[in-house]
Structures are given as C-alpha cells and as structure tokens.
C-alpha cells in the first residue's frame, strides 16, 4: 500500500480504553491511532479528515493536559447540525478515535464501557467543537480554519479538467500532488488553523 510519505511524520493520538483492557484486546488498554489510520477508514486524505484529526489530537492534548485520554469517557459536542456540511464526516472520525457516538455505540457491559450518548449537535458553545472529560467535567472548544493555508490555483484548473474528462495522465498526477501538498501544509500549519480556547 502506498501513500503520500507526510503520513507518517504526523504525531500520533494515545489513549487508554477500559472496555480494551477489560476485553484483552490492547494490553492496559492503550490504543494509538495514527493519520493513516484515519485516512483508511474515511477512504480519502483531505482537509477535512486533516482537519477532524487535528481537533481532536489538539483538543485532547488541552484537555488531558500531561494525562493519557481516556476513550469511551469523552462527551463530544458540535455547534453545527450533523447534516451541514462535512460535520458528518467529522464526527464520525471523532468517534473512531475517542468512542464517542450519539446513539449507535455500544450499550455497554454491566452498565459499564457506555459508549452510545456521547455527542449531540447544534450545541450551545463558540467555537466548533467542544471536549469534555466525563470524570473531571473539564472542557476545552476548538476551531479548524483550512482556508488559511490555500490551495495552488493550479489545483482547481486541474480538478476541472479531470471532472470533464479532459486532463491526462501527467496532469492527474500533477492534481494528486498538490491536493495532497495542500494537506501537508496543513499539518505543518498546526498553530495556523486550529485555536483553541
């Protein structure tokens, strides 16, 4: 399998599960979820799986401080309806990293390990997305703004030209290149397109 070698540069998200722990299935219960990961599971390397990994990686790291995260024990709420936009596709990253869904997630054993009730949208709060810890109630919001690191004008040109069945095999490679450079330069841009509050 190949892909773009900048996947493996990017930090990796830790947690610790208890139902993992519980189940054998991780020893102590330690999960670590790479960029590439994600990107397997949503199919596409994009702004917006960048964006969705970053929230959630810088989100966690504010609010667990020098604390391991702990999956399965994190509310998640957005201020956007889960059908505007690529809020859907977000929030279904999100839970793949923390566990966190509304309704579908797992019931749990023993009233234990409860992963269904755990996010909710349209949310009351400032920015997009805010954590909170389920044990110390702590929260942190955070913001993703991709516009600030533009793509190549390049890139649009190409993507037209590749929709209409126009471009060829030179130019398709050239569009791959830069969407994913794009993505690259986002992640190096952490401090540039995520705040925090």
Same mark, same amino acid.
């Given at each position: 399998?190949?892909?773009p070698?900048? +996947? ?13 722990? *519980?189940?054998?299935?991780?020893e102590?219960?330690?999960?670590? +979820? ?7 599971s949503? #199919? $596409? ?5 960048? #964006? ?21 024990? =994190? ?12 809020? #859907?596709?977000?929030?279904?990253? =999100?839970?793949?990293?923390? #566990? ?7 019931k749990?054993?023993?009233?234990? *390990?409860?992963? $269904?009730?755990?996010?909710? *949208? ?6 997009? =997305?805010? +954590? ?6 702590? !929260?942190?919001?955070?913001s ?11 890139? !649009? =040109? ?16 050239? +569009? ?20 925090? !509050?």
């Amino acid at each position: 399998m190949n892909y773009p070698c900048f +996947f493996d540069t990017i930090k990796t998200i830790k947690l610790q599960d208890d139902l993992s722990s *519980f189940l054998g299935t991780f020893e102590d219960g330690l999960i670590e +979820f790479s960029y590439l990961d994600i990107v397997k599971s949503a #199919g $596409h390397s994009c702004p917006t799986t960048a #964006g969705a990994y970053l929230m959630t990686l810088e989100g966690l790291k504010a609010l667990y401080k020098n604390e391991l995260p702990k999956r399965g024990e =994190i509310f998640v709420s957005f201020k956007n309806n889960i059908n505007d936009g690529t809020i #859907g596709v977000i929030a279904n990253i =999100i839970t793949q990293i923390t #566990g966190a869904t509304m309704t579908s997630g797992f019931k749990g054993i023993n009233k234990k *390990f409860i992963r $269904h009730s755990l996010m909710k *949208f349209n949310a009351d709060i400032s920015l997009d =997305i805010e +954590f909170q810890r389920l044990d110390t109630k702590t !929260k942190t919001e955070v913001s993703y703004n991709p516009n600030l690191i533009p793509a190549d004008p390049l890139q !649009k =040109i190409l993507m037209q030209k590749i929709l209409q069945n126009m471009a060829d095999n030179k130019e398709k490679g050239k +569009f791959k290149q830069l969407w994913q450079k794009r993505v690259e330069n986002i992640f190096k841009n952490t401090n540039k397109v995520i705040t925090i !509050k």
